[in-house]
């Protein structure tokens, strides 16, 4: 077995050869090169775990070669060696990112030892990447799936900051996965046995939220027939997470502003004030730039919450990572409905990975969902996706393809089908939600409302936040 390959760039053929000899009895693969730039090329094409490089070259010398090596791979292990020993010489070497430096003639038990430690310690460091990847996919964040270099690294900056008390703003689209990244961010930190509160602002009223908020005591309005406590008081020590934090009113923002910069608070109806030591995460899938600008969110609350900034990607910029979201989906699933359902086809998986999930992690959930329901067997096959993903593929029935059955259909007809396809479409993307298919259509949800209507469109049952959803669209009605 191979002690590790080692590539050797030396002008001197006797060198070369005396080098080779020695490290291939002691079982290493040796590759020569008599110059930098074909030592190079090499490095390109193969792994090595360590060069041997001569400082004294033709055409461009060992330290400039080092400083390219460094370029392809910052964790490749360099020796030099030269015939000319000087202090000069050991400093520019060292400075340029060699491990060590030596002599001719070299001591060969002492060159030898030298190469086995530092091949021995290259290979535990990759190890050590290799092995704090695979805990941040398995084990750290255990609801949170993810293998790609941008979740990689929204795993670093939550293993970072979780252990502060500084204010964290999420920002990405519905259905990416940002209250799961704050509960992390919570469990990580010295918080993680204090409360978690998650408060969905929605589109409350006014009172309602700022009750919910700050609590309220007994006679404050005509339903209080008793104290209550608010989710700050509730969430004191802990995390207090607000989702859509861009519904709030300008009003209620001033309040929570106070809150932050002062961590006290006033109950509705009490003149007492709270002290408070709450951790804020904000999440928003709207841009709270553009809220500011347009006057409909305050720009020093915007600037108090914006104290650490995490960009969550979109599930169509991380796609590697949905055949381990799928494997986790198809687990749940299967246990919930007791299926037996293996896997995906080959054909049905490429068609997940090959689109673009504008619902993102959410919608990939519900369409896993779908198919274990529906699945009667051990592999879910292509035809079991929704009619949204065959169409993309160019594996279901297209978007007129009602005018086969219906060849004398009017202009009218064919508009008013069409129009009622793109609109069952932006519904199921957004889990059945008219309040935010509406906003996302640019248009009143009284308008999306008349259309459903009038297109004799079916709302399906929602998930889990139906209740908030009902409340947010009544009111809209409203």
């Known amino acids: 077995m191979s002690q590790g390959r080692i590539l050797i760039i030396d002008d001197e053929a006797e060198v070369r050869e005396a080098l080779e000899s020695l490290l291939s009895q002691e079982g290493f693969e040796v590759e020569p090169a008599e110059a930098a730039e074909p030592g190079l090329r090499l490095i390109e094409r193969r792994v090595f775990d360590l060069v041997l490089l001569d400082v004294k070259l033709p055409g461009m010398d060992g330290i400039e070669a080092l400083e390219r090596i460094r ?51 290259r290979r535990l460091e990759t190890e050590n990447v290799h092995l704090k990847r695979a805990l941040k996919e398995r084990y750290n964040f255990p609801n949170i799936i993810g293998k790609s270099e941008r979740m990689l690294k929204i795993f670093d900056l939550v293993e970072q900051i979780a252990a502060s008390r500084a204010t964290v703003l999420l920002a990405g689209e519905s259905g990416t996965g940002k209250e799961l990244i704050a509960k992390a961010i919570h469990a990580q930190s010295a918080r993680a046995d204090r409360p978690f509160v998650p408060v969905n602002t929605g589109s409350m009223p006014v009172d309602l939220l700022e009750s919910l908020l700050f609590g309220h ?105 949905i055949p381990l979201l799928v494997d986790c989906f198809l687990k749940k699933y ?80 064919i508009l008013d089908e069409c129009e009622r ?26 308008t999306l409302n008349q259309k459903i209507k009038r297109l004799n469109i079916e709302i399906k049952r929602k998930g889990r936040n139906s209740r908030s959803r009902e409340r947010e669209e009544v009111a809209a009605r409203n």
């Open 334 to 413: 299967c246990e919930e409905n007791q299926k037996a359902v293996r896997r995906f086809a080959p054909e049905a998986m490429r068609c997940l990975t090959d689109y673009d999930w504008p619902g993102n992690v959410r919608e990939l959930e519900n369409v896993v969902e779908r198919a274990v329901v529906l699945s009667r067997d051990l592999v879910v096959e292509l035809s079991l996706l929704p009619e949204t993903l065959l169409e993309h593929s160019g594996k279901g029935p297209q978007l007129f393809s009602f005018l086969d059955a219906r060849p004398a259909a009017s202009l009218f007809e």
């Open 217 to 321: 005591v007994k006679g404050a309005f005509t339903s209080a027939i008793a104290s209550k406590k608010g989710f700050f008081e509730v969430a004191n020590q802990g995390t207090l997470f607000f989702d859509e934090i861009g519904t709030i009113g300008l009003e209620t923002q001033a309040k929570l502003l106070r809150v932050i910069q002062e961590r006290e608070f006033t109950p509705l109806g009490s003149t007492d004030q709270i002290k408070v030591d709450v951790r804020i995460i904000a999440a928003t899938n709207v841009d709270l730039r553009r809220l500011v600008a347009e006057g409909r969110f305050r720009e020093d609350l915007f600037y108090r919450l914006n104290v650490i900034a995490l960009n969550l990607p979109p599930l169509r910029e991380r796609k590697e990572d």
């Open 71 to 121: 370029r392809l791979d910052p964790a490749l292990p360099v020796l030099m060696i030269t015939a000319y020993a000087s202090v000069e010489n050991a400093v520019a070497a060292m400075r340029a990112g060699a491990r060590n430096y030596f002599t001719k003639p070299w001591d060969n038990d002492k060159l030898v030892a030298d190469v086995r430690t530092t091949i021995h310690a």
């Open 421 to 446: 396809r793109v609109i069952i479409n932006m519904l199921e993307k957004t889990n059945w939600s008219q309040t935010e298919a509406a906003e996302r259509f640019q248009v009143p949800l009284s």
